[in-house]
């Protein structure tokens, strides 16, 4: 237990004025404005924004400077921050059918309608240190094609055409909101999106990799992963009409899994979903894995009793704030606390060495 | 009066505009207009969340996504006229422009507000959309499948 301790306050502002300088870093390298981190650091602040759960990439960018670079304490800057903002209301869904797409492939189907576009890839790089950055240059601008004036249509919609994959079925329910009230278990599917949408990166990858490994496989190919940018629409109650109040980027990521049927399901292909905030994609394509393996129960699949089919494992341990929260507290003086497990251990000893010593007179 | 008055399309379009448009950009095409009428404010800028929403698969039930911030106000011309900004970030600046547009847009000055400020914000972001477009159009490949010998 963490016990208030008293004291300390001089050496406490001290150590924030140090973490100043030493967050400036040497003064003869220019400072770093927020607006550079916002363009050339934008997948750190993708990053930010999606586990942060706050969509405002100055603020992200703002986070990762006041951080010195640790994402995970950018993080908590917005949670911290997030809490402070009035909720105005909530958007219509997104229609990520209608996204303006930087980038769209499918594993599954190469003469996709709409095509296969690459988009703004490190697939295909050759992962080699590129030497050029370290100098200061121009950049080529880059190639433009001729664009088609026309909306990608989903890929499982052709699936879907020959009732080959499970139906998703749209409703207009309002979801629960873990940031609202505490997560309840069992979990629906809208509840575990969201936690695992703001999930960390790194967990929600370690459990999708899981699954590819055999800890409750569910065979995943990528249906289609989608990057660009959505309209954001609400209704305005005071006006009695809707208006698109932004736009944000997204990545989408559906997963086809190979589904052999069970006892209540048809063979067919069912469906994983990753939704993040910002280019993302490494996190859409974990999330849409877990959110399949955490599927085993509606349809009608076994529990292995892997990892990533509990539900309650996975959702209360995907979020980075809480986890760092609860880990670095023990950082902090237990100074009480550890003043009687001394006295325990004390007493105990004593008490086994005077058995020792009584032993060895015997 | 203007048909524009009464027409909720046109109006959901132009709000839709001035909410997605650059600050710098809308700051920039107001300085250059002259007269900008005094107003009262009936909600002062306020920033706030918008609990942004997806679908399950994409078309499915409903889930929360995570927030945006958002800042909007409202305000009244003298003539009596009421304008709401709705937009994007945390610019105060942005969000009171909006609604001044807004309000005019429903004046006889929209005719000049469409030509001095909508249009231009309307092309940039074409423009914007265009120019993304045809950098992913280069980017379109052709897998070709290697055929394995089976048949």
């Known amino acids: 237990m963490y016990v208030a301790v008293k004291g300390g306050e001089r050496a406490i502002d001290n150590a924030h004025d140090w973490l100043a300088e030493e967050r400036r870093g040497d003064t003869s390298i220019a400072e770093l404005s927020i607006a550079q981190i916002r363009e050339q650091l934008s997948l750190a602040v993708n990053r930010v924004m999606a586990e942060g759960s706050l969509y405002d990439p100055d603020l992200a960018a703002l986070a990762i400077k006041q951080s010195r670079g640790d994402l995970i304490e950018a993080i908590f800057l917005i949670r911290a921050y997030r809490t402070t903002l009035p909720r105005i209301g909530h958007s219509t869904p997104v229609d990520t059918g209608a996204m303006a797409c930087d980038r769209r492939i499918s594993a599954t189907f190469k003469d996709a309608p709409g095509g296969q576009v690459l988009g703004p890839t490190f697939d295909y790089t050759h992962r080699l240190l590129d030497f050029k950055l370290a100098a200061e240059g121009e950049v080529p601008e880059a190639a433009t094609g001729e664009a088609q004036e026309r909306d990608m249509p989903r890929i499982t919609d052709f699936l879907n055409r020959e009732g080959l994959i499970q139906d998703e079925v749209r409703s207009d329910e309002t979801p629960p909101d873990m940031t609202r009230q505490p997560m309840d278990y069992p979990a629906n599917r809208a509840l575990r999106l969201q936690a695992l949408t703001r999930g960390d990166e790194g967990f929600v990858l370690g459990m999708a990799y899981s699954t590819q490994r055999g800890y409750g496989r569910n065979h995943p190919f990528v249906g289609e992963l989608r990057i660009g940018t959505v309209a954001v629409e609400m209704d305005i109650p005071e006006l009695g009409f809707a208006i698109d109040i932004g736009e944000i980027t997204l990545t989408e990521c559906e997963t086809v899994n190979q589904f052999m049927g069970s006892k209540t399901e048809p063979p067919q292909f069912t469906r994983g979903y990753g939704l993040t905030f910002g280019q993302t994609e490494r996190k859409a394509i974990s999330m849409a894995l877990v959110d399949r393996a955490l599927r085993w129960k509606e349809l009608g699949e076994d529990n292995e009793g892997a990892p990533a089919q509990d539900e309650e494992f996975v959702l209360s341990h995907a979020d980075n704030i809480q986890a760092t929260g609860f880990l670095e507290h023990i950082k902090l003086p237990h100074y009480v606390d550890f003043q009687s497990e001394l006295e325990l251990i004390r007493k105990v000893r004593a008490e086994a060495m005077a058995h020792q010593h009584k032993e060895a007179a015997e | ?151």
């Not at chain 2, 300085?31 to 929403?53: F, K, N, Q, S």
């Not at chain 2, 997806?54 to 800042?71: I, W």
């Not at chain 2, 914000?121 to 052709?142: G, N, P, S």
């Open chain 2, 1 to 151: 009066m203007t048909p524009e008055q009464t027409n909720t399309p046109a109006r959901q379009r132009w709000m839709s505009t001035l909410a997605k448009a650059a600050p710098a950009q809308l700051h920039a095409l107001c300085d250059g207009l002259d007269e900008w009428p005094a107003h009262t404010w009936l909600r002062p800028p306020e920033v706030g969340g918008v609990m942004v929403r997806g679908r399950a698969g994409g078309t499915g039930a409903p889930f929360n996504l995570g927030e945006m911030t958002v800042t909007r106000c409202a305000l009244r011309l003298p003539c009596g006229t009421v304008g709401h900004g709705y937009v994007q970030g945390r610019d105060k600046a942005h969000a009171e422009r909006a609604a001044l547009i807004d309000a005019l847009m429903q004046t006889d000055r929209a005719g000049a507000i469409r030509a001095a400020i909508l249009t231009p914000l309307e092309e940039a972001a074409q423009t914007a959309r265009a120019t993304r477009a045809a950098k992913a159009a280069a980017t379109k490949v052709d897998f070709f499948t290697m055929v394995r010998g089976e048949d």
